[in-house]
């Protein structure tokens, strides 16, 4: 009797060990999944109690990513995370051989380009692994119109921030990716209004880009000019303004020399330009043409951002007086001018409420809009509609008459005194007239 006892003793306390050994060994919980669809791919992020040991396979007949978290437990809720994704069908729990390990299943429906990483604790979120599926064939969001000569100037605008990424975070509780695709939403309004140009959406909804992704999406709509949309952030709730950032001579020399590495793969960055790096076997003359490029592109960068600071003055404060050179991934393009316009402080309290404050994004936008209308009516891109429409001047010579102006520029009389208000054929030295386009 004492040894049935004994024996019912050491068995429960076996048992008793033993459960505790699973439960340690299943220390990593799976507390969380979310599903962010974007127009080409869409990332699942699982959130976890520690950082994941995992692996993944791919099944096919039908299309399966499979993944296996090592010494863990779900408690995420699966079936509700799932949002209306083309992508993701199904989102499973499924048995698997080893001892203490999760098994997930995405269902999917068709095979995609995969990437999956974890990502350490930042912000709001802990522990995490992420999942991308990327679309194997890409769409171009929008196209140029070609007709006549007189296409389109492309505006590429990057809201910063978006889905499993808030960006900075308000006092209040605003989050920086849903004031940066406000004001994005308004400006890309704004400029599709303008007859001669046309605004691209990097991201139209709350979703993530990659920094890698949004120049080449840029590129893929071609794009003459990047905006990238902020909101600035301090450990202090004092500093307050708007700000108007360029990429940094170091960095832009950087990556230049990573891509004239390889040339031929990236000539297409380098427009008419582009042929001729490719095929040239001298190899000073490549880098001579792409440097002039980037060159080009960075001027570029700094004349656009001075006309935004000048508009983002008239309407909100100005953290920094002049465009500021930082490194900054999303700006590394060496083909496409590129600026990134911190709009204000979220920290700081007053500046976070009009930052949330529509009628204060709208007036961001306008700005915007207005730099943008004011630099490539300066400065118009070959073929485009704003280089065809654009008003030439002339200053009167000795000697010259307007029938002369006229045939110098191959348009009547009737459309020199018309473009410019004369009532009678004299002119005088000295004065300057308005050359419309011909007809």
Same mark, same amino acid.
């Given at each position: 009797m004492r040894f049935n006892k004994l024996a019912l003793y050491l068995v429960t306390i076996s048992m008793l060990w033993?459960?505790?050994? +699973? @439960?340690?060994?299943? =220390?990593?919980t799976i507390k969380n999944v979310r599903v962010w669809p974007a127009p080409e791919n869409t990332r699942v992020v699982f959130d976890l109690s520690q950082k994941p040991d995992f692996k993944y396979f791919s099944l096919t007949s039908p299309n399966r990513?499979?993944?296996d978290f090592k010494n863990s437990k779900n408690i995420a809720a699966l079936k509700s995370a799932l949002k209306k994704d083309k992508r993701v069908t199904k989102i499973r729990s499924s048995g698997s051989k080893k001892k203490g390990t999760t098994r997930l299943v995405l269902e999917l429906a068709?095979? @995609?380009r995969v990437s999956v990483f974890p990502l350490a604790p930042a912000g709001q979120y802990g522990d995490r692994l992420v999942i991308d599926l990327y679309d194997k064939k890409s769409k171009v969001i929008a196209k140029h119109d070609n007709s006549k000569g007189k296409r389109d100037i492309v505006v590429a605008i990057v809201a910063g921030h978006g889905g499993d990424d #808030?960006?900075?975070i308000g006092a209040a509780g605003t989050y920086e990716k849903k004031v940066t695709l406000n004001i994005a939403k308004k400006l890309a309004k704004l400029i599709n209004r303008k007859k001669?140009?046309? =605004?691209?959406m990097i991201r139209s909804g709350d979703y993530y880009v990659s920094h890698d992704r949004k120049p080449r999406l840029a590129r893929k709509n071609k794009a003459d000019l990047l905006i990238s949309i902020h909101a600035d952030a301090f450990t202090s709730p004092k500093p307050s303004g708007a700000s108007v950032l360029v990429q940094s001579t170091r960095r832009a020399d950087s990556e230049f020399a990573r891509w004239i590495q390889n040339r031929e793969k990236n000539s297409e960055l380098l427009g008419g330009a582009g042929e001729?790096?490719?095929? +040239?076997?001298d190899d000073n003359l490549a880098i001579a043409l792409a440097d002039m490029k980037k060159e080009y592109t960075m001027a570029s960068s700094y004349n656009f951002a001075e006309h935004v600071v000048k508009q983002l003055k008239k309407v909100t404060k100005l953290h920094k007086k002049k465009p500021?050179?930082?490194?900054? =991934?999303?700006?590394?393009?060496?083909?496409? #001018?590129?600026?990134?316009?911190? +709009?204000g402080f979220i920290s700081n309290p007053q500046e976070e409420k009009r930052l949330n404050n529509p009628a204060h994004q709208q007036k961001l936008a306008k700005a915007i809009y207005t730099a943008v209308n004011n630099y490539f009516s300066r400065n118009p891109p070959d073929g485009s509609l704003f280089a065809a429409n654009r008003t030439r001047e002339h200053k009167v010579s000795r000697g010259?008459?307007?029938s002369v102006v006229a045939q110098r520029y191959k348009i009547s009389v009737r459309q020199l005194k018309s473009a410019n208000n004369l009532k009678s054929n004299v002119v005088r030295i000295g004065q300057t007239l308005k050359i419309p386009q011909a007809d």
């Open positions: 033993l459960g505790m050994t +699973t @439960y340690a060994s299943a =220390a990593n990513l499979v993944i068709e095979s @995609y #808030p960006g900075s001669g140009l046309k =605004a691209v001729t790096i490719k095929k +040239t076997k500021e050179r930082l490194s900054l =991934a999303v700006l590394k393009s060496s083909d496409i #001018p590129s600026v990134l316009i911190e +709009t010259e008459s307007l």
